[in-house]
């Protein structure tokens, strides 16, 4: 298969780049580092030509919930649109899973913009809405310093490795588009402040740190099992302790 992905030079996208390579399909990454303007989309349907399925693994940063709506609506939308024009048969979009119960937060409402856009669009689609990374504890304690301790929220996560995410990516676009979505997650449930406290220590990163709502990078609009998936979540095999010990290495 071609298979393009729309930020193939980003975290997930490098890998779904190198999991499409893997099984023998011929990968064609689109980002801004190799001349694509995924705004304006201009070029957009010449690349796409001849293109089973895009892969579609932005992550714009944006600041508030306005700003993140336009962007991804954009993004989406150009994109979409490229790809009707090219006779793409199949959108696959990266999304976040339990998306609709959390609200006031600018990723999440960008990403439920991304999501109205893909239904709407000409191109059929799936839609693989992903639980939190296993680093992500770790980096919320790195965006919430404060007197020098790193502030964790005590999250209830079903994490999953960034791998599997682009595996189930890549076993999306090979299957038939599902016109929906459906969610990935870990094995199993963690603590996010153990978690933190562990992937520090991985890293050798000495950094104290602090269970707390207050100063957290997150509200408590993510307190209790907000973030764990739905009881059809297909659950990937990577534990946090398998991907901690490769960290370690």
Request: hydrophobic share 45%; net charge negative.
């Amino acid at each position: 298969m071609r298979i393009a992905v729309a930020g193939g030079t980003g975290r997930i996208g490098r890998l779904v780049v190198e999991e499409a390579r893997r099984r023998g399909h011929d990968p064609l990454s689109l980002s801004r580092s190799e001349g694509v303007d995924l705004t304006t989309g201009e070029g957009l349907p010449a690349l796409l030509r001849g293109v089973d399925a895009v892969v579609d693994a932005t992550n714009p940063p944006v600041s508030d919930v306005a700003e993140a709506e336009r962007v991804f609506t954009t993004l989406s939308r150009t994109l979409l649109t490229a790809e009707g024009e090219a006779g793409v048969g199949h959108h696959v979009a990266l999304s976040i899973a339990a998306l609709d119960r959390v609200r006031g937060n600018p990723h999440y409402a960008g990403k439920r913009a991304q999501e109205r856009e893909v239904t709407r669009g000409p191109v059929p689609f799936t839609i693989v809405r992903a639980t939190q990374f296993h680093d992500f504890p770790a980096m919320i304690a790195e965006w919430s310093i404060e007197d020098g301790e790193g502030v964790v929220p005590p999250l209830l996560l079903q994490p999953i490795a960034p791998a599997d995410v682009a595996a189930a990516l890549v076993d999306a676009a090979e299957s038939p588009a599902l016109g929906g979505s459906f969610d990935i997650a870990g094995p199993r449930t963690e603590d996010a402040v153990d978690m933190a406290r562990r992937t520090l220590a991985a890293w050798g990163r000495d950094l104290p740190l602090r269970a707390a709502w207050k100063g957290a990078a997150l509200g408590v609009e993510f307190a209790g099992e907000v973030l764990l998936p739905g009881g059809h979540a297909r659950t990937a095999a990577t534990t946090f302790d398998d991907w901690l010990a490769a960290e370690t290495r």
